[in-house]
């Protein structure tokens, strides 16, 4: 039995998606196990170019179960658009399961995530929009809808009665549109019906998996420091991403885990507000935001970018218990001739190894930089590591000396093949 979880390592948009798809075609069972539409991964195969937002990876391969996690919140109208767009491509969803006990985003919780953005004034934390904040709040609040209710009219009706009561008070404070309870439920009674073959209790099928010594592989979204918990709070997003919320979202106790791979950019990209040590606005972070096509797969939003941060990242490593590292994007460097990696920090004069807690503090850090000589070559089509330029493979080497976790695999581009392993990937569920 072999359970493996791809966790971000850095502020999303790290390349999971495509790590996640390379793996998945070696798993017999793919979980999605946090957030929600907010993700976007893009996939690229022999089908073509695929954005996907809350599908698991394993979609592409025929044999290949594909659950929607217990610990992610599902909008059903994007999630039937998303269903709509990998049928076209001739996608089967014969084994997509969608948990009973996820979540669902509703449409007032898109509102409210827009005008709680608004409220927040100049600490807007730049969401994505999709209501994934409000639909987890609700979660906690215990006024949330549940797939299993999409399938039950009867609690539907009564769950949707009780939200709707509360929601209108908190609209009508903010002059926001009411909830209509009864249009509402006819719609989520549609959705319920068009879903009804996938929504299941994912307890047994993931059971019956592990019981089988399948493989299974735990799909990250979003990533550890945007981590509701340890992440940059406020700036945050309000799931755990993080090898925690892999067993939590999938219902998998963390003695299953066997590989727990962290993925990392060769550099660093952050969408959205917050604290970002190491952020260039200038030249070399145009060039890294055009080489690296560093816009939001969800919102389009141009990403802020900078150095790898090494402080960061071994915090990661340290939160999740990492046995792997993955590198992803490294040709990206290639025209560089010096390459930064921060060490540390500076705080109020005394230099730290560590992330402060305040986010007013993170913002204040100055950076510790190591240099290391650039390549200045095209590492686009090397499959081997070997084969890489000593510098790059010195840099490589050193991300990894400073994060404390042995290097796994290295992606030079965006197609399935672009990648080097060091470790099969076999070998990862072995
Ligand atoms: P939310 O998850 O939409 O509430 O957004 C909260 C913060 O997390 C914002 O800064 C978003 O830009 C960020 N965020 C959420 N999902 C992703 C993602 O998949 N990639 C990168 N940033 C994300």
Known sequence: MSVVAVIGGQWGDEGKGRIVDLLAQHAHMVIRYSGG?????????????FKLHLIPAGIFNPSTANIIGTGVVVDPA????????????????????????????????????????????????????????????????????????????HTLRQQLARAASMKNAFFRALNGPQVVAEELFEQLRAYGQRLRAHIVPSHPLVQRALQRGERILLEGAQASLLDVDWGTYPYVTSSAPGAAGACQGSGIGPRHLSRILGVYKAYTTRVGGGPFPTELRDETGDLLRERGHEYGTTTGRPRRCGWFDAVAARYVAELNS?????????????????????????????????MPTLASELERVEPIYEELPGWQSDTSAVRDYAALPANARRYLERLAE???????????GASRDASITRVPVEALFA
Request: hydrophobic fraction near 40%; charge should be negative; include cysteine.
């Open 37 to 49: 539409n907010n993700a976007g991964h893009t996939v690229i195969n022999d089908r073509g170019v």
């Open 402 to 412: 400073l994060i404390g976790v042995p290097l796994a695999i290295i992606s030079v």
């Open 322 to 354: 990492l046995t792997h590292l993955v590198i992803t994007k490294l040709d990206v460097l290639d025209p560089l001739p010096v390459i930064r990696i921060c060490t540390g920090y500076r705080l109020k004069g005394e230099l730290i190894d560590y």
């Open 78 to 153: 994007s999630l039937l658009e998303e269903m709509e767009t990998l049928a076209a491509a001739d996608v089967s969803f014969d084994r997509l399961y969608i948990s009973d006990r996820a979540h669902v985003i509703l449409p007032y919780h898109r509102e409210q995530d827009r005008l709680q953005e608004t409220l927040r004034g100049d600490g807007k934390i730049g969401t994505t929009g999709r209501g994934v904040g409000p639909a987890y709040s609700d979660k906690m609040e215990r006024i949330g809808l549940r797939m299993a209710d999409l399938r039950d009219e």
